[in-house]
């Protein structure tokens, strides 16, 4: 019978090679970066319970209530919250216009690696398939890094205040999500009914339409609708950079210190993401 | 023997309707938001893009420009990550409090249901809980910070409190999804033994639940790392600030560095959070 | 031990897991149940582990009638009795050492319960726990990286280190290599008759039952269906008690017809029946 160990090992995680110093240095990694950024980022939590603060809090909530419900402000807030939508709609279009081409190429499986690439010859693999894959991942990779209200920034600066630009940012940061997602997606399908309609003798189109897009088409729609659910919230916020919809409301009524109107505000974008949440939770629970 | 009968697909009726609908919203919302896609590919729109991109380069490299991008960056940097702490602080409790299998409901509770007004009580918690979760992560970030800024003044500090409070309803909502979809077997088990509900959290729930808050939290660093950015325009720090000043100011080329300086940063939160992820889940 | 009069169980779908079941458990007995899938058998472990609430009926534990149990005494009456499950139930992330020391959660504080996550509270009970179960060298492993047979072991484990008055076993190797089964249906019972354990086990396999166990009881359909030694237990009971379940009646075939599905690997205990 094997001996009993009589107390525990010192190293509280034997028995998994290459474990033991990780998540020690990762500790000491994470301590130290906390108390740096603690610095960094002027964290007072003193400053929460000061007079001033207090004095600040009050005159917040008191002025909240009660909510400003005065009929023209109601429908010119109504006409925003219609308008952030419409954006949020056309933001995601657009991102889908812009993402899902641009995904396709940046699918290494369909651009030069795998079955149906296996006859190219390598020039034409790397001129034909890998140079145009690293661009689309490239151009993705911009395009979703550079958050929506710096791409809305620059495009109030070059086209004019409005929807319009938020549309844009929109379509070009969420386009830059969604492709990179699609491209994973893809990538991910499952490898073995391609080989086997590839085996049968299918052309790359049958093998990409019958045994990649059906694999693919639920994930695809459903972070799609999600990317709506997100694109609402981004078209609220992105009026504050003057492209429309709630936003632009909210950061007037709080810059005038209208608190009653901030909370109707606050309401309507409550109704309105419960809503979109509701919409999209039903369209993925059908189609998944 | 009776025909079997189809179960109710999703059929041509519904997706023409929801076809249908979903061509609709988009006419309707190309024309309200003035989609000027004729504009945008024609001349005009073109070459006011083109012209202000040529405005943006060279991008602005000088000592005093990169010594802004630099503290801009770690600023931003530390509000991200004091901020999505705040948050995992904030969301732990909340989740205990919106997990109905702890509370009421499910295996832990089927020898002895809690008696009514127990449950009443409970119920009562589990509504708060949601309701606080769901009031912190509607409110957008930038309304948080507003209203942060507003309380105890600019600086990075309501950055950080805005990102802490929003992420916080966000990751509250993620980490009691977890919680309730625990597998049940293990709880049963320990249960059997006669031990507490905290124990049979802590032995059985947490271990199962841990790994999932943690790519949950790291997987919204990313998203707080934009964020963060973005605060600084409504007065809460790091390279939004400066972004926004450079901006008013016409500044473009010191914008364009500021700009890289996100894409950098950015770039780096993504990446250590994949690495992460992938070591510690 | 246990006094079970008219228990019946109804699910909220009106399913009817047990219809009527009364039956005595004297302390130290070893008890066999046996029945086809669907006869009630896994509802009436539950309920007399105390995690299920019969619908009717009164369960009595030592002389207690369960109903009337503080909160408190119920968890006190939980500790006495230790559960084994088909699939083994274990914490798969945790490391055995914790899985077979949780048996001491019904004795400990919550501080204590906390404290030994980080530092395990007495290694030592769960490595002689482990000796005695025969994977001593597993203390440290991660329990999801055991194999099916291992796991069940560490789950004995645990009940050793719980020490109940009662052991119950619901089917413990109905998911475990047939060649193992043997051997730990033997080391369930020995360990219980070394401790004068109350054991009582549900089991799929009528030859291991009937070869181990000085009492049979057999359910159906909730009810019980008989309850005899083993030598009384006839073929055409068994037939009668396994009828319209073709699986178990093909394994009762190949018992009737002499051949043992195990081997001839059975050993019965000094002291009990044949």
């Given amino acids: 019978m094997a001996r009993i160990p009589s107390a525990a090992p010192a190293d509280p995680f034997p028995g998994s090679p290459g474990n033991s110093r990780f998540p020690w240095l990762l500790a000491a990694v994470f301590l130290a970066s906390v108390v740096l950024s603690w610095r960094a980022a002027q964290v007072d939590p003193r400053l929460l319970v000061e007079g001033d603060t207090l004095a600040n809090v009050a005159r917040f909530v008191r002025g909240m209530f009660p909510p400003q419900l005065a009929g023209d402000f109601l429908v010119l807030m109504v006409r925003s919250?219609?308008?952030?939508?419409?954006?949020?709609?056309?933001?995601?279009?657009?991102?889908?216009?812009?993402?899902?081409?641009?995904?396709?190429?940046?699918?290494?499986?369909?651009?030069?690696?795998?079955?149906?690439?296996e006859r190219t010859s390598r020039a034409g693999r790397w001129a034909l398939g890998f140079v145009p894959y690293a661009?689309?991942?490239?151009?993705?990779?911009?395009?979703?890094?550079?958050?929506?209200?710096?791409?809305?920034?620059?495009?109030?600066?070059?086209?004019?205040?409005?929807?319009?630009?938020?549309v844009l940012a929109i379509g070009v940061a969420y386009g830059g999500m969604l492709g990179k997602v699609y491209s994973e997606i893809l990538e991910n399908v499952n490898p073995r009914p391609l080989e086997t309609l590839h085996a049968a003798g299918a052309s790359k189109l049958g093998v990409v339409l019958y045994g990649l897009v059906p694999q693919a088409l639920p994930n695809v729609i459903a972070y799609t609708l999600y990317r709506w659910e997100c694109a609402i919230r981004a078209s609220a916020i992105l009026g504050f950079v003057g492209a429309g919809g709630l936003g632009q409301q909210i950061e007037l009524s709080m810059r005038m210190f209208q608190f009653d109107e901030v909370l109707t505000l606050l309401g309507i974008l409550f109704v309105l993401v419960a809503g979109v949440d509701l919409i999209s939770a039903k369209i993925r629970a059908r189609v998944a | 023997m009776a025909p079997v009968a189809t179960t109710a697909r999703p059929g041509r009726a519904w997706t023409l309707w929801v076809g249908g609908g979903f061509v609709a919203l988009l006419v309707w919302s190309a024309d309200a938001t003035r989609m000027d896609l004729a504009s945008l590919g024609s001349?005009?729109?073109?070459?006011?893009?083109?012209?202000?991109?040529?405005?943006?380069?060279?991008?602005?490299?000088?000592?005093?420009?990169?010594?802004?991008a630099g503290l801009g960056a770690v600023e931003t940097f530390a509000i991200s990550l004091i901020g999505s702490l705040f948050a995992v602080m904030l969301a732990l409790p909340l989740a205990l409090l919106a997990t109905r299998t702890l509370l009421y409901r499910g295996i832990l509770f089927e020898a002895r249901p809690p008696g009514l007004g127990v449950r009443a009580g409970r119920l009562a918690l589990y509504g708060v809980g949601k309701g606080t979760l769901n009031l912190l992560r509607t409110i957008p970030e930038i309304v948080w910070a507003l209203i942060f800024v507003f309380m105890v003044g600019l600086g990075p500090f309501p950055g950080v409190l805005a990102?802490?409070?929003?992420?916080?309803?966000?990751?509250?909502?993620?980490?009691?999804?977890?919680?309730?979809?625990?597998?049940?077997?293990?709880?049963?088990?320990?249960q059997a033994t006669g031990a507490s509900r905290f124990t049979i959290l802590v032995y059985g729930v947490l271990p199962q639940a841990l790994?999932?808050?943690?790519?949950?939290?790291?997987?919204?660093?990313?998203?707080?790392?934009?964020?963060?950015?973005?605060?600084?325009?409504?007065?809460?720090?790091?390279?939004?600030?400066?972004?926004?000043?450079?901006?008013?100011?016409?500044?473009?080329?010191?914008?364009?560095?500021?700009?890289?300086?996100?894409?950098?940063?950015?770039?780096?939160?993504?990446?250590?959070?994949?690495?992460?992820?992938?070591?510690?889940? | 031990m246990y006094e079970l009069v008219g228990l019946r169980k109804v699910f909220r779908g009106g399913e009817v897991a047990l219809d009527s079941v009364s039956l005595t458990v004297g302390r130290g007995e070893h008890v066999a149940f046996i029945g086809p899938s669907g006869s009630g058998k896994t509802t009436l472990f539950r309920i007399l582990n105390l995690t299920l609430r019969p619908t009717e009926g009164t369960l009595v534990l030592d002389g207690q009638n369960v109903a009337t149990?503080?909160?408190?005494?119920?968890?006190?009456?939980?500790?006495?009795?230790?559960?084994?499950?088909?699939?083994?139930?274990?914490?798969?992330?945790?490391?055995?050492?914790?899985?077979?020391?949780?048996?001491?959660?019904?004795?400990?504080?919550?501080?204590?319960?906390?404290?030994?996550?980080?530092?395990?509270?007495?290694?030592?009970?769960?490595?002689?726990?482990?000796?005695?179960v025969g994977i001593p060298g597993k203390l440290w492993a991660r329990t999801d990286e055991l194999s099916g047979g291992q796991q069940q072991r560490v789950a004995i484990a645990r009940v050793l280190v719980q020490n109940p008055d009662i052991i119950l076993a619901d089917e413990p190797v109905s998911s475990v290599d047939p060649s193992l089964a043997v051997t730990i249906v033997s080391l369930l019972r020995d360990l219980s008759h070394e401790s004068r354990k109350t054991l009582l086990m549900n089991l799929h396999s009528v030859e291991l039952a009937l070869n181990y166990f000085p009492r049979i009881v057999g359910i159906r359909d909730g009810l019980v269906h008989f309850d005899l030694a083993p030598d009384k237990v006839s073929a055409d009971l068994l037939a009668e008690l396994y009828v319209g379940h073709r699986d178990d009646e093909l394994a009762l075939e190949r018992i009737q017809h002499g051949t043992n599905p195990f081997g001839g690997a059975c050993r019965p205990l000094p002291g009990f029946a044949r």
């Fill in chain 1, 81 to 117: 919250a219609i308008e952030t939508v419409q954006i949020s709609v056309m933001g995601t279009a657009i991102a889908v216009l812009i993402g899902f081409p641009l995904g396709l190429l940046a699918t290494s499986s369909l651009t030069w690696t795998g079955i149906l690439h």
């Fill in chain 1, 135 to 166: 661009a689309a991942r490239a151009v993705l990779s911009v395009f979703r890094s550079i958050p929506e209200y710096v791409w809305a920034f620059m495009f109030v600066r070059a086209v004019g205040l409005g929807p319009f630009p938020g």
């Fill in chain 2, 43 to 68: 001349g005009e729109a073109l070459r006011q893009i083109t012209l202000y991109v040529a405005k943006l380069f060279p991008p602005d490299l000088s000592r005093a420009t990169l010594r802004e």
């Fill in chain 2, 163 to 190: 990102l802490g409070v929003h992420t916080g309803g966000v990751l509250g909502k993620l980490f009691g999804e977890v919680l309730e979809d625990v597998d049940a077997a293990p709880l049963e088990a320990l």
């Fill in chain 2, 211 to 281: 790994p999932q808050f943690v790519s949950y939290a790291l997987y919204r660093w990313e998203v707080n790392i934009r964020a963060a950015a973005m605060m600084g325009f409504v007065g809460a720090g790091g390279l939004g600030q400066r972004i926004y000043v450079a901006i008013s100011l016409f500044y473009e080329r010191e914008l364009m560095t500021l700009i890289l300086a996100i894409y950098l940063i950015v770039t780096l939160v993504d990446a250590l959070s994949a690495y992460l992820r992938a070591r510690l889940v």
């Fill in chain 3, 69 to 132: 149990l503080s909160d408190a005494g119920l968890r006190r009456a939980r500790r006495r009795i230790g559960t084994i499950y088909q699939q083994q139930n274990l914490v798969g992330r945790l490391r055995v050492v914790h899985n077979v020391l949780a048996g001491n959660l019904g004795r400990w504080s919550a501080a204590a319960a906390l404290a030994s996550l980080v530092r395990p509270w007495n290694a030592d009970e769960a490595a002689r726990a482990l000796a005695k």
